[in-house]
């Protein structure tokens, strides 16, 4: 079996982020044990029970199932050192300025958006989270109420007020 090749260069680097909240480093400790407990011995259930059926090498339903495995054994190795580098984001309960895991309430075109902001890991703008590495993000840190910021998109520069720090 021929594995496919990719041209170096064609996936963006993406920085490694170790902030998270409480509760995001307690979904992925509850997904990883769920994969070690769960899946991985079925997984290895399924390897042993399919490498019976006669020689590996034209055995498609054992390389299947060994590549399954694979797959799964190199995303709980991600998941764990994740866990290992993970530096939980206490936010300061001083809210003068803003700061990562403060929730900021700002103004853009007469509407008031709240914004949560976290490290990139947890980063879902559609439900208020959003990451202190994106423009938006990076405009509001250390910015008190009161003030206002420019992000520069690509075809416009939009203004928000901060009305609120929590």
């Known amino acids: 079996m021929r594995v496919p090749i990719r041209k170096a260069g064609n996936l963006p ?20 044990a769920h994969w070690k407990k769960t899946v991985h011995p079925r997984l290895a259930e399924e390897v042993r029970r399919s490498g019976q059926f006669g020689d590996f090498s034209e055995n498609a339903e054992y390389q299947i199932a060994k590549g399954k495995l694979r797959g799964l054994n190199n995303r709980i190795d991600e998941l764990q050192t994740l866990l290992n580098k993970a530096q939980i984001i206490k936010p300061n ?3 003068d ?6 929730f900021v309430t700002i103004e853009v075109n007469g509407k008031q958006i709240r914004y949560q902001l976290l490290g990139s890991t947890q980063t879902n703008p559609t439900k208020g989270i959003i990451s202190t590495h994106s423009p938006l993000g990076q405009a509001l840190l250390n910015k008190q109420v009161n003030d206002t910021v420019s992000v520069t998109l690509p ?12």
Not at 26 to 32: M, Q
């Open 13 to 32: 680097q993406l920085r490694f982020d170790p902030r998270m909240s409480q509760e995001k480093y307690d979904e992925l400790t509850a997904k990883l």
């Open 155 to 166: 075809n416009k520069t939009v203004s928000y007020k901060i009305i609120s720090i929590d």
């Open 93 to 95: 309960k001083n809210a």
């Open 97 to 102: 300025r803003v700061e990562l895991g403060h």
